[in-house]
């Protein structure tokens, strides 16, 4: 027995009839009085609801109180394709306004906008005896209606997702202000809140993933002006449900056997032509089933109007952005099929390939049977939604618990997934029971391309009897098996992102727990390259580490010690060796070298190895400070004693400034002051200084400071230096006596001659200098003779002594006596030189007279011999 066809159904309800009932009731409506609702503009939107029922004529009139024309928008709603109709009449009554869309957008109602021309507009239903919105077979309106009494401005809501960090945000793209000046953007979480002025893209959020999310973008001035976004969520499914790469499991290692093979599968090459396809068929993570947006298959048999997939999905060799969904169960890239009759008769043979109206090329079968959305009908409960970042977005396709037609308590659940550049199909059945009673229980699953030879068909799945019960999902994974069309390159990569191997299979021996990385590299026809991952972890199971710190220089260290530092497990219950066959946990080592430890635990060695190298700070001896007259230049070495110059870098300084262009291991210096040198190795210095000073050891002196003689006396001053090698220069009261270079002068000073005559011997070596002076004075006595007479009171300053100072200092004088007349001792001074002024003894003046006097030398006198005797007259008469 087969069911009523849909054209029946159709032709029962002339689209005219509709029509001039239609306007017979809104007659007879205004004349009963219609009920009318006066919106206030200043109080912007009025929302409303609705859920028609059968046979339903409900209109409801607006009118605004102002004047201003009334624009009516749809949030949400739908009504039965074909059947139930919108009209929404102009001011006059009579325009319907809705009349090219009597059923919205396939029966969708959302984001239909009308605007009257005048301030009165009707919104009303026209259903006929079934699947209403009361029998729950369509969703209720909800419509906003407000003054148009301003221009909206231009929005458009794109989602963006942020899957990595589990939320998503929505752009909002004003691109034109329309009448206002300001805005804000709102939404139904509370997040949004931002005051705009200005054209271009604002984005709201972040939002967890999965919740429905409603913004509004409202004119600050008007509250009339407001657009308002459908329900925009994520679904977060940043790859697929199925992987297209696997590491393959997670892997448990023990010290038996630390090492293991890693290998990875890749199911689809992205770029691959779809001339033909291969079937596997791994459960795989199942996208969410409800939750996305509604198609309004309500109704029995139907395809829906044309879908945007919003990416190019290739079928078959064929590009499409498009599609339609057969309440069946298919998808179809036959756009011409939108809105009509989706065939549901399956005869027993008709296997794929085979086309008919049942079975049109370019169509995915997962699976078809007839299904009946009409019962109990609900818009969400066959879905789509896409989700995922370009160039790997997904569509995913819902038929959410859909009941058999005539089995109607047994329902289907399955779903179709394309995917994103990998083109590959996915259908995830997860239950679907046989109704035996009808079309003999048939069913059938796969794939039909643009003719009778490009098909396929997993085993056990064309046309037949087959079930999959509950808890028993299965997917079936049609990938695409023609050439090659782009690059891609296969990578194993460990945790710091090193490529270890570009083979599908590698073995890796992880001494920590360690994540490593399967990738598959692409390259579009662009030439932007993407890539799609998988991890594997490898758990290093009762292993213990090995720490060495890491590799270590050392510049001046003659020794260090290296610890090996254990995690998980004590030391005392491990043994230790080394390298050097040292067996402690901390050895020290003197010479630069690459140290291992193998450090056992029952049966498990772990060896770790680290690299000491102990440079040699460069060793360096200016010695010690010099005090130099620089007679010679200094020079100063710096040349290491451990290292070849060529290997060194030398920087002098004076006095803490760089010597610019001075590089060489020696230095000459010719002045005083603190040298420095600083040579380097490598990473290696070493610093030495040294002061250099003018010497001031250098001396000269003159046997004595200065002394008496008497005119035409010649006397050799003899001046003695520190140094032998000294030049000597002379000079008399400042004047250098010329010629005179010897150590020794020959000076005498002439009768007459005033004051002292100071002569100053010079000696100079290098840089260095000393001098020395002697003054040389006549004497008192300035004739050098023993005085005949003695004037102590008669002329004061004049003979006033018996001076024989000469005397006393060439021969020294022994003793002095004086006589009287009657040849008596008067007076006697031993060691005489000036002491006699013609008193008595007893100091007392003696009188004026004429006094012999006897002198006795010391030694022989070169004038005199060893005696002197003579006379000398005393005046003491006063002038």
């Known amino acids: 027995m087969k069911k009523k066809l849909p054209s029946s159904h159709i032709l029962s309800k002339p689209f005219q009839a509709k029509i001039s009932f239609t306007f017979l009731l809104f007659l007879l409506t205004m004349v009963s009085g219609l009920a009318q609702t006066t919106i206030v503009c200043a109080d912007g939107p009025v929302n409303n609801t609705y859920c028609y029922d059968e046979n339903d004529t409900t209109a409801f009139e607006f009118q605004s109180d102002t004047g201003f024309p009334l624009t009516v928008v749809f949030n949400a709603g739908t009504v039965e394709q074909n059947f139930d109709e919108l009209l929404i009449l102009d001011s006059d009554g009579v325009t319907d306004l809705n009349a090219a869309t009597p059923y919205g957008d396939g029966g969708e109602l959302a984001g239909l906008s009308y605007t009257s021309t005048g301030d009165i507009i009707t919104v009303q239903i026209n259903s006929d005896i079934s699947n209403s919105c009361v029998s729950g077979g369509q969703t209720p309106w909800d419509f906003d209606v407000f003054c148009a009494s301003c221009i909206n401005p231009t929005v458009s809501y794109a989602l963006a997702e942020d899957c990595d960090n589990d939320q998503f945000f929505i752009d909002v793209t004003i691109s034109d202000l329309g009448s206002g000046t300001s805005y804000t953007i709102t939404d139904n979480e509370g997040i949004a809140n931002e005051t705009v002025t200005e054209t271009g893209t604002y984005t709201v959020g972040p939002y967890i993933p999965q919740t429905d999310i409603v913004v509004e973008v409202s004119n600050d001035d008007d509250p009339n002006c407001v657009v308002t976004s459908e329900s925009i969520t994520s679904f977060c499914i940043e790859e697929g449900p199925c992987e297209f790469i696997e590491a393959g499991p997670d892997v448990t290692v023990d010290c038996d056997e630390n090492c293991t093979d890693l290998e990875a599968e890749i199911f689809a090459f992205p770029g691959r032509e779809t001339s033909s396809y291969l079937i596997n068929g791994?459960?795989?993570?199942?996208?969410?089933?409800?939750?996305?947006?509604?198609?309004?298959?309500?109704?029995?048999?139907?395809?829906?109007?044309?879908?945007?997939?919003?990416?190019?999905?290739?079928?078959?060799?064929?590009?499409?952005?498009?599609?339609?969904?057969?309440?069946?169960?298919?998808?179809?890239?036959?756009?011409?099929?939108?809105?009509?009759?989706?065939?549901?008769?399956?005869?027993?043979?008709?296997?794929?390939?085979?086309?008919?109206?049942?079975?049109?090329?370019?169509?995915?079968?997962?699976?078809?049977?007839?299904?009946?959305?009409?019962?109990?009908?609900?818009?969400?409960?066959?879905?789509?939604?896409?989700?995922?970042?370009?160039?790997?977005?997904?569509?995913?396709?819902?038929?959410?618990?859909?009941?058999?037609?005539?089995?109607?308590?047994?329902?289907?659940?399955?779903?179709?997934?394309?995917?994103?550049?990998?083109?590959?199909?996915?259908?995830?059945?997860?239950?679907?029971?046989?109704?035996?009673?009808?079309?003999?229980?048939?069913?059938?699953?796969?794939?039909?391309?643009?003719?009778?030879?490009?098909?396929?068909?997993?085993?056990?799945?064309?046309?037949?009897?087959?079930?999959?019960?509950?808890?028993?999902?299965?997917?079936?994974?049609?990938?695409?098996?023609?050439?090659?069309?782009?690059?891609?390159?296969?990578?194993?990569?460990?945790?710091?992102?090193?490529?270890?191997?570009?083979?599908?299979?590698?073995?890796?021996?992880?001494?920590?727990?360690?994540?490593?990385?399967?990738?598959?590299?692409?390259?579009?026809?662009?030439?932007?390259?993407?890539?799609?991952?998988?991890?594997?972890?490898?758990?290093?199971?009762?292993?213990?580490?090995?720490?060495?710190?890491?590799?270590?220089?050392?510049?001046?260290?003659?020794?260090?010690?290296?610890?090996?530092?254990?995690?998980?497990?004590?030391?005392?219950?491990?043994?230790?060796?080394?390298?050097?066959?040292?067996?402690?946990?901390?050895?020290?080592?003197?010479?630069?070298?690459?140290?291992?430890?193998?450090?056992?635990?029952?049966?498990?060695?772990?060896?770790?190895?680290?690299?000491?190298t102990l440079f040699e700070n460069p060793e360096i001896e200016l010695g010690d400070d010099i005090n130099t007259c620089f007679e010679e230049p200094v020079i100063l070495d710096a040349t290491p004693s451990n290292y070849d110059i060529a290997d060194v870098i030398f920087e002098w300084t004076k006095d803490g400034d760089v010597i610019v262009g001075e590089t060489d291991a020696t230095l000459v210096v010719v002045d005083p002051g603190t040298y420095g040198v600083t040579v380097t190795a490598g990473d290696c210095s070493s610093t030495d200084s040294i002061t250099v000073t003018e010497s001031s050891d250098l001396e000269v002196a003159i046997q004595q400071d200065s002394f008496e003689t008497c005119p035409d006396i010649v006397t050799t001053?003899?001046?003695?230096?520190?140094?032998?090698?000294?030049?000597?220069?002379?000079?008399?009261?400042?004047?250098?006596?010329?010629?005179?270079?010897?150590?020794?002068?020959?000076?005498?000073?002439?009768?007459?001659?005033?004051?002292?005559?100071?002569?100053?011997?010079?000696?100079?070596?290098?840089?260095?200098?000393?001098?020395?002076?002697?003054?040389?004075?006549?004497?008192?006595?300035?004739?050098?003779?023993?005085?005949?007479?003695?004037?102590?009171?008669?002329?004061?300053?004049?003979?006033?002594?018996?001076?024989?100072?000469?005397?006393?200092?060439?021969?020294?004088?022994?003793?002095?006596?004086?006589?009287?007349?009657?040849?008596?001792?008067?007076?006697?001074?031993?060691?005489?030189?000036?002491?006699?002024?013609?008193?008595?003894?007893?100091?007392?003046?003696?009188?004026?007279?004429?006094?012999?006097?006897?002198?006795?030398?010391?030694?022989e006198d070169p004038i005199y011999g060893t005696e002197k005797s003579g006379w000398v007259y005393i005046n003491q008469d006063e002038n």
């Open 717 to 859: 001053l003899t001046a003695v230096s520190s140094d032998e090698t000294a030049t000597y220069t002379w000079f008399e009261n400042g004047d250098e006596i010329v010629g005179e270079t010897s150590n020794t002068l020959d000076v005498s000073l002439e009768i007459g001659q005033v004051g002292a005559v100071t002569y100053t011997v010079q000696v100079s070596t290098g840089g260095c200098f000393a001098e020395d002076e002697i003054d040389i004075m006549l004497y008192d006595n300035a004739g050098c003779i023993i005085p005949e007479g003695l004037s102590p009171t008669g002329t004061p300053g004049q003979n006033d002594v018996f001076d024989l100072t000469f005397l006393a200092d060439r021969t020294r004088i022994e003793s002095f006596r004086v006589f009287n007349r009657q040849g008596r001792i008067v007076y006697e001074k031993d060691d005489y030189v000036n002491e006699w002024r013609g008193q008595s003894m007893d100091s007392n003046k003696m009188p004026s007279s004429t006094y012999y006097y006897i002198i006795i030398f010391d030694g």
């Open 282 to 612: 791994p459960i795989c993570d199942l996208p969410p089933i409800d939750g996305g947006t509604p198609t309004n298959l309500t109704i029995d048999d139907q395809w829906t109007a044309p879908i945007d997939i919003t990416f190019p999905f290739n079928f078959y060799g064929n590009e499409y952005t498009e599609l339609v969904i057969g309440a069946n169960g298919q998808i179809s890239f036959d756009t011409s099929l939108a809105g009509g009759f989706n065939d549901w008769g399956i005869e027993p043979g008709e296997l794929l390939p085979i086309n008919n109206s049942s079975f049109p090329f370019n169509t995915i079968f997962g699976a078809f049977h007839d299904m009946d959305p009409g019962v109990n009908p609900a818009p969400d409960r066959i879905n789509y939604f896409i989700t995922g970042t370009a160039p790997f977005r997904i569509f995913v396709l819902n038929f959410n618990a859909i009941p058999q037609f005539s089995c109607n308590d047994i329902s289907s659940t399955q779903q179709i997934v394309l995917y994103e550049t990998y083109n590959v199909v996915e259908v995830n059945i997860i239950e679907k029971p046989v109704c035996p009673g009808w079309n003999d229980g048939l069913a059938t699953l796969g794939l039909q391309g643009n003719d009778l030879t490009e098909f396929s068909v997993p085993p056990g799945r064309n046309t037949g009897v087959w079930e999959v019960l509950p808890g028993e999902s299965e997917t079936w994974r049609f990938v695409p098996n023609g050439a090659q069309a782009n690059t891609t390159v296969f990578e194993w990569r460990d945790e710091a992102g090193t490529v270890i191997s570009n083979d599908l299979t590698v073995n890796v021996c992880p001494t920590e727990t360690t994540t490593y990385t399967a990738a598959l590299i692409y390259e579009d026809d662009n030439g932007e390259i993407t890539e799609v991952t998988d991890d594997v972890t490898v758990t290093a199971q009762n292993l213990f580490t090995v720490d060495l710190g890491g590799d270590q220089e050392f510049c001046g260290n003659e020794s260090y010690d290296i610890t090996a530092t254990l995690d998980g497990v004590d030391p005392a219950d491990v043994t230790f060796e080394w390298s050097t066959g040292e067996d402690t946990q901390t050895i020290t080592v003197t010479e630069s070298g690459t140290y291992t430890v193998e450090v056992t635990f029952e049966n498990c060695t772990v060896t770790e190895s680290v690299t000491i």
